[in-house]
């Protein structure tokens, strides 16, 4: 499987800032995706990051808010925007794995996000 | 409808008992049902999957039953061990096979307990 990491790992930051979030594979893959985990739930998808193309978001989630970039087939990053508390969750990014059959997503460690 | 319900919410085994886990789905163009563990302050692994086309899948002490009838799917954990301790996710996908690419639909997690 594709190995994925994630800078930051965790981060505090102080309501109305943007954190920049990235995302790294270790291999090629055309898509990558971005979820989002608020404490104790499941995960929520924000957006699909196709390289070269604007990234495709799901109901609930605005490029205003989520700004993406995906400049190559192993790098993506992820922007919270003007942030409040409630933007507070875990980031996470996932790849499928096309090496093998279709289906296979594969996620990263995770952003921890904090906003005071 | 694209949701995927998941049941019991938390679950607590004794080491050596089998946990079960299940999940329910309502849309039939789902074609993949991967399972995922998950453990605190870590990005959710993939654990093993299932296609429709069969009804039972088994890796180790994990297996996968699947009532495509039903609509439902469910996760046995045989010999259960502390270390398997995790909140687990159950998720469908559409458009699994082939080069299409699709985005996951998560289960609320179960949270599973395995005492000593």
């Known amino acids: 499987s594709a190995v994925i990491s994630q800078k930051p790992s965790r981060d505090i930051c102080q309501r109305g800032t943007s954190l920049t979030i990235q995302c790294q594979v270790d291999s090629q893959v055309t898509m990558m995706f971005w979820y989002r985990q608020q404490p104790g739930q499941s995960l929520t998808l924000i957006a699909t990051a196709n390289q070269g193309s604007e990234a495709t978001y799901e109901s609930g989630f605005v490029i205003d808010k989520f700004p993406i970039s995906r400049p190559n087939l192993t790098f993506s990053t992820l922007t919270v925007s003007n942030m409040s508390p409630e933007d507070s969750s875990i980031y996470l990014c996932?790849?499928?794995?096309?090496?093998?059959?279709?289906?296979?997503?594969?996620f990263g460690p995770g952003t921890r996000l904090t906003v005071l | 409808q694209q949701q995927v319900k998941q049941s019991p919410q938390s679950l607590i085994v004794q080491k050596g008992g089998i946990s079960i886990i299940n999940c329910a789905y309502e849309n039939t163009a789902f074609d993949y049902f991967p399972w995922y563990q998950q453990f605190p302050g870590k990005g959710p692994a993939l654990l093993i999957a299932?296609?429709?086309?069969?009804s039972e899948k088994k890796e180790g002490r994990f297996t996968i039953s699947f009532n495509k009838s039903a609509k439902q799917f469910s996760l046995h954990i045989m010999d259960s061990q502390p270390g398997d301790s995790a909140t687990y996710f159950c998720a469908a996908l559409f458009n699994a096979g082939g080069t299409s690419y699709g985005k996951l639909t998560f289960g609320q997690g179960t949270i599973l307990t395995v005492h000593p």
């Open positions: 996932s790849v499928e794995d096309l090496t093998r059959q279709g289906g296979k997503q594969f």
């Open positions: 299932i296609r429709p086309d069969v």
